[in-house]
């Protein structure tokens, strides 16, 4: 083949065929960037499904026992063998709530920031876990958290919670009680409770995804809620079943193992947000330590009214959960079954109510203001304790039955109203051209949340003694327990507070 034969086979092409080539070249970029966007698109839409499933079965673990504590207390008063007062037995329920919630702002601001590279080692251990997980590794998913990297804070947590009510199992004395189940494990499920929850709120943003389409993060606070009010419905029935058949210290033993196996199973679903990956990936561990929380949301006043509501809307929640099998059995005259039910009952209706506020603030249809959806939970759960328990007299079950059912519907689905707060501040935010840490807001909004259930609790007492002494019948607001009602009533009203905040400074704008 000569010289001339050999060009002949490399023709150039005419400028029609070099445009068609190069638009061919285009398109095929064009399917390539859509196929890596859908995959991302997919991949992120798995990660969120299994964030909110991780963090739903953290519930068990979390609020098992402090919800269904009464069974545990009323177990101690009628089968008591340790040394000490046995009235001591009620304040471990108040400090496990107390711990919990309280701890929740520092453990959030040091996972958010300086713990931050915590979350991502675990990551990088987990893509090793789910290879050896039949389970995980049909998820496909390398972001897991590990189940045995000792550097993982929420390990750390679950095996501190349950070692906490093993060794509760060894009590000799009413301390070792408070100290182990009040203390201890309400500090492992507080190290548990934090990542996950972080994890969801960064998974779950208020920012729209590349396809237009929102992250709804009040509905997934409000999902994870309506699971934990699932724990708080069927773990008193679990509980007295373990106490009647095993005896107290078997049935904490089997606790510490259900507890520790539904810990570890949420742990190695919840994958780690890429934001965290990223950002500990580039940055050197001094430029971490030093990395600052942003505090500008301190400065505007939207943030303590927010807080404010939630402390006293909390103070009252937390009494009809104490006393209301009591007052069903000594003022309306209730057998043990009925008032028991009342717990119950109280617990079922947040299942729905979680979903619903959380909905409520964060759809794309009728979207409410944080300040309205919080007004109604408020409004609505301070008529049902003026109208409906202040009412009540000797044997009205049905009238106990409908002030639970209510008022655990809207005061129960008040936490799920946060979601729709963190969207406001961040808003706000916005505005100001400012950085805002919704995980860091969210763990204030929990601390809020334990200062009003401390203080309710601690303001209980003396309020039930005052009852005492002006007590002149067994008519709801004239029995003993008529200044806790009260109490209760004005507490959650005041939890709604927000939205005359808002309307003064529309006022204001009008002048």
């Known amino acids: ?75 101690y008063m009628n089968h008591w063998t340790l040394g000490g007062s046995r009235d001591v037995t009620g304040i471990i329920g108040t400090t496990s709530n107390g711990v919990l919630y309280l701890s929740m702002p520092f453990l959030f601001a040091a996972f958010t920031r300086r713990w931050a590279r915590q979350r991502q080692t675990a990551a990088e251990y987990g893509s090793s876990v789910a290879a050896r997980l039949p389970c995980l590794a049909v998820v496909g998913n390398t972001n897991y958290a590990p189940i045995a990297d000792p550097a993982c804070s929420t390990v750390a947590g679950a095996v501190l919670a349950s070692v906490g009510f093993v060794l509760s199992s060894f009590s000799t004395h009413v301390w070792h009680l408070v100290a182990t189940q009040g203390v201890l494990s309400a500090m492992g499920c507080a190290l548990v409770y934090s990542p996950t929850t972080l994890s969801l709120g960064e998974w779950f943003s208020a920012t729209t995804t590349p396809a237009g389409t929102k992250n709804h993060r009040a509905v997934a606070y409000g999902v994870t809620l309506s699971c934990k009010n699932v724990v708080g419905s069927v773990m008193p029935f679990l509980a007295r079943a373990l106490l009647e058949n095993y005896g107290f210290r078997t049935a904490m033993r089997i606790w510490a193992a259900v507890a520790l196996g539904t810990s570890l199973l949420s742990i190695a679903l919840v994958p780690t947000h890429p934001i965290i990956l990223s950002s500990s990936s580039v940055e050197s561990g001094e430029a971490r330590r030093r990395r600052d929380i942003p505090w500008h949301f301190l400065r505007h006043h939207t943030f303590y009214v927010y807080s404010v509501a939630i402390i006293l809307q909390s103070a009252g929640y937390g009494i009809p959960q104490s006393y209301l099998p009591t007052y069903a059995r000594e003022i309306t005259h209730l057998s043990q079954t009925s008032a028991t039910l009342l717990l119950t009952v109280f617990n079922v209706p947040g299942i729905l109510a979680s979903s619903l506020f959380g909905y409520l603030s964060d759809n794309r249809y009728f979207p409410l203001s944080a300040t309205t959806v919080t007004a109604i939970s408020a409004l609505c759960s301070s008529l049902a304790a003026f109208l409906l328990w202040g009412l009540t007299s000797q044997g009205s ?68 003694k005052a009852g005492s002494e002006i007590s002149i019948g067994e008519f709801g607001y004239t029995s003993t327990y008529g200044p806790l009602i009260l109490f209760t009533g004005l507490s959650s009203v005041f939890g709604g507070w927000g939205i005359l905040w808002r309307w003064m400074l529309s006022f204001r704008r009008l002048l």
């Open 1 to 75: 083949m000569n010289q001339t034969e050999r060009i002949s086979l490399y023709e150039v092409p005419s400028s029609g065929e070099r445009r068609e080539q190069a638009a061919a070249a285009a398109g095929d970029d064009d399917v390539g960037s859509l196929t890596r966007s859908d995959t991302r698109q997919m991949k992120a839409g798995r990660n969120r499904a299994l964030v909110l499933l991780g963090a739903s079965i953290s519930q068990l673990p979390i609020w098992g026992f402090s919800m269904s504590y009464g069974v545990f207390q009323e177990y």
């Open 397 to 464: 079950l049905a009238q106990l039955l409908l002030f639970s059912v209510t008022f655990g519907f809207f005061a129960g689905g008040y936490s799920a109203t946060w979601g729709g707060v963190i969207n406001e501040l961040e808003s706000e935010a916005a505005h100001w051209n400012e950085a805002v840490d919704a995980g860091m807001l969210y763990g204030l909004l929990n601390g809020a949340r334990g200062i009003g259930y401390v203080s309710g609790g601690l303001l209980s007492v003396p309020l039930l």
